[in-house]
């Protein structure tokens, strides 16, 4: 007879504070509902009536806006399993720039889907299976649904109307506006290789007052701030650039001097004056007529300038003053001192306007058709979008919108491919999705046509957000009615309900880029799988520290 050995109860593995949690009910329902979460957070906030969200960050920092990529990166996600769907958004961000809600909404439709399959009493792997075939296909069948491509060579009037449905998504009733200063500044900035084509180049300066209508491209870099001495416009300038400050050289060791009559006395400071003279009229001499120091000018510094004529900007960003040396075409110089002619950098013009009340000194090479412009001078390597707006929330929210219009244009530099938006690209990758899980054999079919279905939250969540939750289905049913016909593939969701809530998207001209669709399915799908391939969570005790005291009213007052 065998002696059954009683078990202890409470084997402790883990040190005190540790949690751990396993199995379906614990670790992948509740990952997937911290999912859920998530992605109905964005859902609202997505396509062109998306709502925004009034959001306060740790530091108390006011933001307004319905841009996923900025709502998850300023709201803290501390749960797990979540934080793997914002790396996968974030991943999308840096790589296209655009459709990172996408990406959020299309992961936790696919787990939502999913955790009906896991209740039923499917395995995770075969979940994963069918997911992972599902995705496969979806992205074979989307190099099929591209019905144009990115005119070449490029246009003012092409580019704006690839950017408009992207644009329109953050911005709806401003796309028009917006998509052509974005257009016009990257076409100012274009390298002759398309592909060289760097975001960076494209600035934005935000000045309040006025309105949208007032904003314009300056071919160029504009500072929001005046330059420091008397000298305010110069052309045709040689330019040199320096990190260091403009100032006498401080020692490092604190010195005594004797002083034993009145004479030494009077010529106590005269020699430092001298060298400081010596220096700034060896820099005039060199043809220097502008100088952009990235730190502080002296006032005995600023004389001798004013007395030289040269003019002084101070430019206190070092990633800006990078920028305006690579506008200019100088080197940074980290000691006083005239420059050599490879040196020093060289600018058209030189100037300080009034922006709406603003004074704002700009840096421009001229442009083909202005008096003056010889010919000779290069192609200006960065352009600046002027912004005119209300308030400070709304031109961020312009500026955020700006960026995503010149990513836009990278990722079209990259492939030029267009496929129908609107949400009729996804809606016929389900059709099709569908169709291939029908054929297939085994358990992996039932996640193959949950992945179909998921796809169609695309287009649910624009008719919803556009025409309220009851007309988002009638659209629905009306759109896959549309997609069975033959030559359907282009029908999508009309935000606007101008007949039927459906349009042809090719006929509008709302079209996206086909390397953004095909990252976010990619990310969303490889997300999903990540997640349902969890089957335990353990997580550490906080490292325990001690808490920061908490300061009334704000560090930076002085009482």
């Known amino acids: 007879m065998s002696l059954k050995v009683p078990k202890a109860n409470n084997i402790q593995l883990f040190k005190d504070g540790y949690k751990h949690l396993q199995g379906l009910e614990d670790a992948v329902l509740r990952n997937i509902q911290a999912i859920s979460e998530l992605s109905d957070l964005v859902r609202t906030s997505f396509g062109p009536n998306g709502r925004n969200k009034l959001l306060i960050n740790h530091l108390g920092r006011l933001f307004v806006t319905s841009d996923a990529a900025t709502i998850i990166r300023e709201i803290e996600v501390v749960h797990p399993a979540a934080k793997l769907i914002v790396m996968a958004s974030q991943a999308q961000e840096s790589e296209m720039g655009d459709a990172t809600n996408t990406v959020i909404i299309l992961a936790g439709e696919l787990l939502k889907k999913a955790e009906n399959l896991l209740i039923m009493g499917l395995h995770p792997s075969e979940i994963i ?13 989307l190099e099929n649904l591209s019905t144009s491509s990115l ?42 290789n398309p592909k060289n084509f760097n975001v960076d180049n494209v600035r934005v300066v935000k000045i309040m007052g006025g309105n949208l209508a007032g904003s314009r491209v300056v071919q160029g870099m504009v500072f929001g701030r005046e330059p420091e001495g008397n000298i305010k416009k110069v052309t045709k300038a040689k330019v ?25 006395m009077l010529n106590f400071t005269r020699g430092e004056e001298k060298q400081l003279e010596k220096i700034f009229k060896e ?14 000018v002296g006032e005995l510094a600023l004389h001798y300038l004013n007395r030289f004529n040269i003019a002084v900007l101070k430019v206190l960003s070092k990633f800006d003053l990078r920028r305006v040396s690579r506008v200019v075409n100088a080197t940074p110089l980290a000691r006083i001192g005239a420059p050599t002619p490879e040196e020093a950098g060289y600018i058209d013009v030189f100037e300080t306007t009034e922006i709406g009340g603003d004074r704002v000194t700009v840096l421009r090479q001229l442009g083909e058709g202005e008096e003056g412009y010889d010919g000779k001078a290069e192609k200006t390597r960065t352009a600046t979008i002027v912004l005119r707006g209300a308030t400070a929330n709304h031109l961020d929210d312009l500026e955020r919108a700006i960026d995503d219009g010149a990513n836009v244009i990278k990722s079209l530099l990259k492939d030029p491919r267009l496929v129908p938006g609107a949400g009729a690209t996804e809606l016929e990758l389900g059709k099709r999705v569908d169709a291939y899980g029908s054929g297939l054999k085994g358990l992996a079919q039932h996640a193959v046509k949950r992945y179909a279905t998921a796809l169609e939250v695309i287009p649910r969540t624009l008719a919803e957000n556009a025409l309220g939750g009851a007309e988002g289905n009638e659209v629905l049913s009306r759109l896959w009615a549309k997609h069975e016909q033959k030559g359907g593939e282009a029908w999508g969701v009309d935000v606007e309900a101008e007949q039927d809530g459906t349009l042809q998207a090719t006929d509008y001209k709302i079209l996206d880029s086909l390397a953004a669709k095909s990252w976010a399915i990619k990310l969303a799908t490889e997300a999903a799988v990540s997640v349902l391939s969890v089957d335990s969570i353990i997580m550490s005790k906080p490292a325990g520290g001690p808490k920061v005291p908490q300061q009334a009213g704000n560090w930076d007052e002085d009482d």
């Open 151 to 192: 005119p070449s060579p490029f246009t003012q009037s092409s580019l704006a109307e690839a950017l408009k449905p992207a644009i329109a998504s953050k911005q709806y009733g401003f796309e028009d506006t917006l998509s052509a200063l974005v257009s016009e500044a990257a076409l100012a900035v274009m390298p002759k």
């Open 129 to 141: 299976q069918g997911y992972e075939l599902a995705c496969k296909k979806a992205l074979a069948e």
């Open 283 to 296: 820099i005039a001499d060199s043809g220097v007529k502008v100088i952009i120091a990235g730190s502080s």
């Open 240 to 264: 040199a650039v320096f990190t260091s400050a403009l100032d006498i050289a401080q020692t490092e060791t604190k010195g005594t001097v004797l002083i034993k009559n009145a004479d030494e």
